[in-house]
């Protein structure tokens, strides 16, 4: 079992408290595997972005948060985030301040650590539970 002599281990506050859900990728596209955290509340939380260094010589480089420049457009919490390709992480869903959902999707772009535009989600419910839809805006 991989896990038996494994440990878990502490890692630093993040530069922003992220009480609400944060959405989170961990992607092995650069030099170190990072953790990215997208989301997770109201404020500066709503809409902001950190990521860690994991890996490499921890007594060399300690690891710290590094808060990204790059808004969200929506400020969300309760939100998701799925790598779509090497170089992309797509974050969707979630909630605003007034806990109304939220349909709008954003990708992020690993290389350049900006957000663009993505297809908008339409949300239904039917019989078997949730549905989610990509949809173009038109």
């Not at 650069?30 to 404020?43: E, N, Q, T, W």
């Not at 690891?63 to 929506?74: P, S």
Request: hydrophobic share 35%; charged share 20%; glycine share 8%.
């Amino acid at each position: 079992n991989k896990c038996e002599n494994s440990q878990w281990e502490y890692l630093p506050c993040m530069t922003t408290a992220r009480e609400l859900s944060p959405g989170a990728v961990v992607s092995e596209s650069g030099a170190l595997p990072r953790i990215f955290v997208f989301g997770g509340g109201y404020g500066d939380a709503g809409d902001s972005c950190e990521f860690l260094d994991v890996g490499g010589d921890q007594q060399a480089t300690p690891q710290r948060w590094t808060l990204i420049e790059a808004k969200m457009k929506a400020p969300r919490s309760r939100t998701t985030a799925a790598q779509l390709n090497v170089n992309t992480v797509v974050v969707c869903g979630g909630r605003d301040e007034d806990d109304q959902e939220i349909a709008r999707c954003e990708a992020f772009d690993l290389v350049t650590l900006t957000f663009s535009d993505f297809p908008d989600l339409i949300i239904n419910w039917n019989l078997t539970g949730w549905e989610l839809t990509a949809c173009r805006s038109i």
